[in-house]
């Protein structure tokens, strides 16, 4: 790398702090937990795992935090996915593939519409209110 | 490329001499092995401070802290907790709790503790200027150069109320004002990475962790003053710490952040690395400037100081490393906000090294104004094996003792000053009721006196009076007099040395004799030493009902001293006796009593 400029100094420290950024979990509102058990695993979770990685990446949204977690129980409808955010319910997507991955991050996350034919769990009306 | 998760592995001295490489390798292994390098980051950071506990490994983003890793347990961290997203229990600081204690911010060790010094120590790659530039790193040099007047930088430094890290407690802006004002074609700044004092880390785990923040602090330094070549001495022990210097150097050159015309400020900076050879006297300014010089390590009276006739007679400003490393961040968020943290007349945060009989040794660094109490109960965990804390030095072999009524004292340069230690650099090294006062203060003394130039006889000859009078104390061959003349030499060393070597050379023991006075007089008028340290003070006695009269202790007597017929009990022959433990360490019967 040649020597920088002022602008170039500034560029170059807005690319790399946002993969800085990923590693603080601090202030960041939206939890994704992935399910990766041996069930999820075998059921595709790695890939759902990475679509997310890439999905945000695409998306530059800054505000998730996305960790990987252990079986959730429901093992027949794997890959689970977990999302927590504010203004919206707690919910429980399954079947999880990369493609669905992709409309739950533009719908659910940055449109807060449900993904409702993947929708395995979500809170009861009253527990909403 | 995007990663799904990091895995942070310490990459101090100390974790890395309990095999943090070969854990950092395993982990890449493992990683590929399971086709997981695309999702995963394995980086090696800085000090994290929790040394007591090491190796630490840190897995993001879910903040899992994991203690103790072993290179083995490499394979086991990648398998459950990166490929499963299932913790490692046993790994974990506290298994009781692994739940909620997974977290570092639930560990007590880190709950007081407030890092500016160390934000990026445990949190970046400190060999990839990357890393440093996306935490911020070299936005306060871009801020100086483009936005401020050397005038701004020094009222910024005032405004911060920033002194020196180095001990002494000098105001930084002052030092600088002084360099600034020399009308001079050619001045130097130097960086003062000769850490000395026994214990005492702080530095070497910031420039190993963070090495950018005082090439920053150094050349925006340059700017302010008008100087265009800086010197970083570090002591050679300190492999590591130059090494990732050298290689920080290295980047920063490439990038231009170094050399010529930075970032096309038309502003030179350039910094060298200079060795030291290990002597403790070189940590003084004016001993350390002759060392650079290529002369014989000795300090010189001072006035003139060195920011105005420093090295080669030039204005020279040096500061101490963590003086260095508080600097950008002071720039980048303001003088003001760095004086809101800490105490009126010692803002700001200290590093400390604690060490000694304490439960969670390690690097910290909090508010000035701490108490050591928290320091010592809430952040060390306490003392080991649920002992009575006795006492804590600070300031290493220049500072004194600080004894358990003095535990809420505010951490600050004059609260300590008062007590009759001092800040120091920050070791900080913590005593039980198991030590012997004499011998701490001898171990200390001792170490100045090996460590005394011998340029100035208070040194040189004040120390070794006291030594010796100190020995003959601890051999129950101390009279009350002694510790008259304690005093008066202690005060002569004070007032007549030539540089803080000296000055404070007798600090341990003035204090030790101004808190444990009672110890002294133990050891003088009943010739005892309670925590059986002083080995000059004890007897060593066989018991004849344990005795079988195998005869090794006779055998490895150096005195002959012991005597007696085989299969019969044997005696140690108390005038002849030495006192060098031998019989109580070679019996095995348990027959030889220390008393």
Do not use: W
């Given at each position: 790398m040649g020597k920088l400029t002022l602008e170039e100094l500034r560029k170059l420290r807005e690319s790399t702090r946002r993969e800085i950024e990923k590693r603080e979990t601090t202030d960041k509102s939206v939890q994704v937990l992935v399910g990766m058990g041996t069930c999820g695993i075998a059921a595709g979770a790695r890939d759902t795992l990475q679509a997310f990685v890439e999905e945000i990446e695409k998306t530059g949204l800054k505000d998730i935090v996305l960790k990987p977690t252990g079986c959730m129980g429901s093992c027949y409808a794997e890959p689970t996915v977990e999302i927590s955010m504010p203004e919206m319910p707690t919910i429980l997507y399954c079947k999880v593939t990369p493609e669905v991955v992709r409309k739950i991050v533009d719908s659910h996350i940055v449109h807060k519409q449900l993904v409702n034919e993947h929708v395995l769990d979500k809170p009861a009306a009253d527990i909403l209110h | 490329m995007a990663y799904r998760a990091y895995v942070l592995v310490c990459g101090g001295t100390g974790c890395e001499s309990d095999h943090a490489s070969e854990i950092y390798e395993n982990i890449n292994k493992e990683l590929i092995a399971k086709d997981l390098k695309n999702e995963v980051q394995v980086v090696k950071t800085g000090c994290f401070g929790f040394c007591e506990?090491?190796?630490?490994?840190?897995?993001?983003?879910?903040?899992?802290?994991?203690?103790?890793?072993?290179?083995?347990?490499?394979?086991?961290?990648?398998?459950?907790?990166?490929?499963?997203?299932?913790?490692?229990?046993?790994?974990?600081?506290?298994?009781?709790?692994?739940?909620?204690?997974?977290?570092?911010?639930?560990?007590?060790?880190?709950?007081?503790?407030?890092?500016?010094?160390?934000?990026?120590c445990g949190v970046i790659n400190p060999e990839d200027v990357n890393e440093y530039i996306a935490r911020d790193g070299y936005s306060a040099l871009e801020k100086v150069l483009f936005q401020m007047k050397p005038d701004d930088v020094i009222n910024e430094l005032k405004?911060?109320?920033?002194?020196?890290?180095g001990g002494a407690g000098f105001p930084t802006w002052r030092k600088w004002t002084f360099s600034k004002g020399v009308q001079e074609d050619v001045k130097y700044v130097v960086c003062n990475a000769d850490e000395g004092d026994p214990g005492a880390y702080m530095d070497r785990a910031t420039i190993e962790g963070d090495p950018h923040s005082v090439l920053e602090a150094m050349t925006i330094c340059g700017y302010t003053v008008g100087s265009n070549q800086g010197y970083i001495y570090i002591r050679a022990e300190y492999p590591l710490a130059i090494r990732r210097l050298e290689i920080a150097i290295g980047q920063a050159h490439e990038m231009g952040l170094l050399g010529?015309?930075?970032?096309?400020?038309?502003?030179?900076?350039?910094?060298?690395?200079?060795?030291?050879?290990?002597?403790?006297?070189?940590?003084?300014?004016?001993?350390?400037?002759?060392?650079?010089?290529?002369?014989?390590?000795?300090?010189?009276?001072?006035?003139?100081?060195?920011a105005v006739k420093g090295l080669w007679g030039k204005p020279t400003v040096i500061n101490n490393v963590e003086t260095w490393a508080s600097i950008p961040i002071i720039i980048t968020r303001g003088g003001k906000w760095f004086a809101s943290i800490g105490t009126e007349k010692s803002p700001g945060t200290k590093v400390f090294a604690l060490t000694g009989k304490i439960n969670n040794s390690g690097l910290i660094e909090v508010?000035?104004?701490?108490?050591?109490?928290?320091?010592?109960?809430?952040?060390?965990g306490g003392i080991r094996n649920n002992r009575k804390f006795k006492a804590a030095q600070t300031g290493g072999?220049?500072?004194?003792?600080?004894?358990?009524?003095?535990?809420?004292?505010?951490?600050?340069?004059?609260?300590?000053?008062?007590?009759?230690?001092?800040?120091?650099?920050?070791?900080?090294?913590?005593?039980?009721?198991?030590?012997?006062m004499i011998d701490i203060a001898k171990f200390y003394l001792q170490f100045s006196v090996d460590e005394s130039c011998g340029k100035c006889s208070p040194?040189?000859?004040?120390?070794?009076?006291?030594?010796?009078?100190?020995?003959?104390?601890?051999?129950?061959?101390?009279?009350?007099?002694?510790?008259?003349?304690?005093?008066?030499?202690?005060?002569?060393?004070?007032?007549?040395?030539?540089?803080?070597?000296?000055?404070?050379?007798?600090?341990?023991?003035?204090?030790?004799?101004r808190y444990f006075k009672q110890e002294y007089l133990e050891h003088i008028q009943e010739k005892k030493c309670h925590s059986g340290s002083c080995s000059g003070l004890l007897n060593f006695l066989i018991d004849p009902d344990k005795c079988i009269g195998c005869g090794l202790c006779?055998?490895?007597?150096?005195?002959?001293?012991?005597?007696?017929?085989?299969?019969?009990?044997?005696t140690i022959n108390q005038l002849e006796c030495i006192k060098c433990g031998n019989c109580f360490t070679v019996c095995k019967f348990s027959a030889v009593l220390k008393q």
């Open positions: - | 506990h090491g190796p630490i490994v840190k897995v993001l983003p879910d903040e899992t802290f994991y203690v103790n890793v072993k290179p083995e347990d490499a394979a086991v961290i990648v398998n459950e907790h990166l490929l499963k997203g299932r913790p490692v229990t046993r790994l974990l600081y506290d298994q009781s709790q692994s739940k909620k204690n997974a977290k570092i911010e639930d560990i007590q060790f880190y709950q007081k503790q407030f890092r500016i010094v160390l934000r990026n405004a911060s109320g920033l002194r020196g890290r010529k015309d930075i970032l096309g400020s038309g502003f030179d900076f350039d910094i060298e690395i200079r060795l030291g050879a290990g002597a403790f006297v070189c940590g003084e300014e004016t001993a350390l400037l002759a060392s650079i010089e290529g002369n014989r390590g000795m300090p010189r009276p001072r006035p003139p100081f060195p508010p000035m104004g701490t108490t050591l109490r928290d320091v010592i109960f809430d952040i060390g072999p220049s500072g004194g003792v600080i004894p358990a009524d003095y535990l809420d004292t505010p951490i600050d340069y004059e609260s300590l000053g008062k007590l009759g230690s001092i800040m120091g650099s920050g070791g900080l090294i913590v005593m039980d009721e198991d030590d012997c040194c040189r000859i004040g120390g070794k009076q006291l030594l010796e009078i100190l020995d003959r104390i601890s051999q129950g061959k101390g009279e009350m007099v002694d510790l008259d003349k304690i005093e008066e030499i202690g005060l002569a060393m004070q007032k007549a040395s030539l540089c803080g070597l000296g000055q404070n050379a007798a600090n341990p023991v003035l204090s030790t004799l006779a055998l490895k007597c150096p005195a002959n001293c012991i005597s007696g017929e085989k299969r019969k009990p044997y």
